[in-house]
C-alpha cells in the first residue's frame, strides 16, 4: 500500500479538503501513474453534492487524469516507467459480456468501474479519483500518451473529447454531413472541433447571441440563435445529425424539426427525463431517430488521443492549483469557466 495525498469531499454541504488514504501496491496488470494533471468534470461537482444520490463519503473526485508511470506489474507488455499516460473514466469492467469483448466497456452488462466511487471488482475497496497524487490503474484501462499533445488541454479530452467522438464515430459522420451542435460548453465546443476535423459542415445552436462570434472562432460554419423563431424556421429539415449537449431539461422538438428525414438527435448531456415531451409527429413523420451515447471504449479512446494529436485538437482549458477547487465548482455552477478547468496537481504538494 502506499499513502496517497488528495482532496475529497467529506459531506454533500462542506468543501472539498485535503485527505489522505492507501492505494494498493501493483498487481501484476497494474500500472502506478503520479498524476500530473486531472480535468475538472460536472460530474465531479455531482458526485461531492450527492445530486444523484449515490455518493459515499469520503470521496475524492477526478476522472480526467494526465500522469507518468512511476511502476508496472510484472504483467504489463505496454507500459515502461517514464512513459506519459491518461486514465478516463473507467479503471475496470468484467472484460468477458459481450460489449466488453466488442471494445465498449462503457456498456458492461455488469456495470463499468469507475474511476471513483465505486467497489474494486478484485478487492473490493472503494475506488478514488484523480484529485490526488497517484494512481493504481490495470493496463487494459490506461491510455498512451501521443507524442506533442499538450499534456493539461488533454485531460478533459478523456472525457468531454470522448463523450462527443464516440456518437460521431459511432453514426458515420464524415465529409457531406451537416450537423447541429447544440450547446457551447466544454462538450459543445469539442463537438464542433472534432466534427470539423471529421469533415462535417458545423453548425452551432446556442441561445445566447453572445456566443455566436465565440462559435465562428471554435470553427463553426454557421450559428443559429435558438431563441429566434426566423432562426429556427430557415433551418427546418436540413441537418443529418443533431449533437445535443445540454446537459438540463430542454425542448427537443424544435431540433427534432430541424433534422432532415431519416436524421438523428443525439443525446450526450441530458441524463433527466425529457420535459417538455417529445411529440410522437417529430420521428414518426419523417422516420428520425433518438439516441444517446456514453463516453467510448478503451480502443476508442486512444484512437480520440492520437486522432486529436493528428489534427492538433485541444479542449481550451483554464489551469488552476488543487487549492482553488471549491472556488472553481462554485464557477462552474455560475457557467464562469471556458471551458474546462484543469488542476495541476503540483499544487498539491504545496
Request: aromatic content about 8%; proline content about 4%; charged content about 25%.
Amino acid at each position: 500500500m502506499s499513502q496517497t495525498l488528495a482532496y475529497a469531499a467529506h459531506a454533500a454541504d462542506q468543501p472539498l479538503a485535503p485527505f489522505t488514504f492507501e492505494r494498493r501496491r501493483p498487481r501484476p496488470d497494474d500500472v502506478a501513474i503520479e498524476i500530473l494533471y486531472c480535468g475538472v468534470c460536472h460530474s465531479d461537482l455531482h458526485f461531492a453534492r450527492n445530486d444523484w444520490g449515490m455518493t459515499r463519503y469520503p470521496i475524492v473526485p477526478g476522472h480526467e487524469i494526465v500522469g507518468r508511470v512511476t511502476a508496472v506489474g510484472d504483467e504489463v507488455s505496454r507500459f515502461r516507467v517514464g512513459d506519459l499516460v491518461g486514465v478516463g473514466c473507467m479503471v475496470d469492467s468484467c472484460r468477458h459480456c459481450q460489449p466488453c469483448r466488442d471494445g465498449v466497456e462503457q456498456f458492461c452488462l455488469e456495470g463499468f468501474t469507475m474511476t471513483y466511487g465505486s467497489d474494486d471488482r478484485r478487492d473490493g475497496h472503494f475506488t478514488q479519483g484523480g484529485y490526488s497524487d497517484r494512481i493504481v490503474v490495470s493496463e487494459h484501462f490506461v491510455l498512451r500518451m501521443p507524442e506533442g499533445i499538450d499534456l493539461a488541454s488533454a485531460a478533459p479530452i478523456l472525457c468531454a473529447g470522448i463523450t462527443t467522438y464516440s456518437p460521431l464515430r459511432h453514426y458515420g459522420v464524415e465529409a457531406g454531413h451537416r450537423i447541429g451542435v447544440i450547446g457551447m460548453g466544454g462538450l459543445g465546443h469539442m463537438g464542433v472541433k472534432l466534427a470539423k476535423a471529421l469533415g462535417a459542415e458545423v453548425t452551432v445552436f446556442t441561445r445566447s447571441e453572445a456566443k455566436v462570434e465565440e462559435a465562428r472562432r471554435h470553427g463553426a460554419d454557421h450559428v443559429v440563435v435558438s431563441t429566434d423563431p426566423a432562426q429556427m424556421e430557415a433551418v427546418a429539415e436540413t441537418f443529418d445529425f443533431m449533437l445535443d449537449t445540454v446537459p438540463v431539461q430542454h425542448d427537443l422538438n424544435p431540433y427534432l424539426a430541424a433534422l432532415k428525414y431519416d436524421g438523428t438527435h443525439i443525446l450526450v448531456g441530458l441524463l433527466d427525463p425529457v420535459e417538455p415531451a417529445v411529440e410522437g409527429f417529430n420521428l414518426v413523420f419523417k422516420r428520425r431517430v433518438l439516441a444517446g451515447s456514453l463516453i467510448g471504449g478503451i480502443e476508442e479512446t486512444q484512437e480520440l488521443l492520437d486522432f486529436c494529436a493528428e489534427h492538433d485538437i485541444r479542449c481550451e482549458t483554464e489551469t488552476i492549483d488543487i487549492q482553488d477547487i471549491n472556488a472553481a465548482f462554485e464557477r462552474m455552477e455560475k457557467g464562469d469557466v471556458r471551458y474546462r478547468f484543469v488542476i495541476d496537481m503540483a499544487s498539491l504538494k504545496a
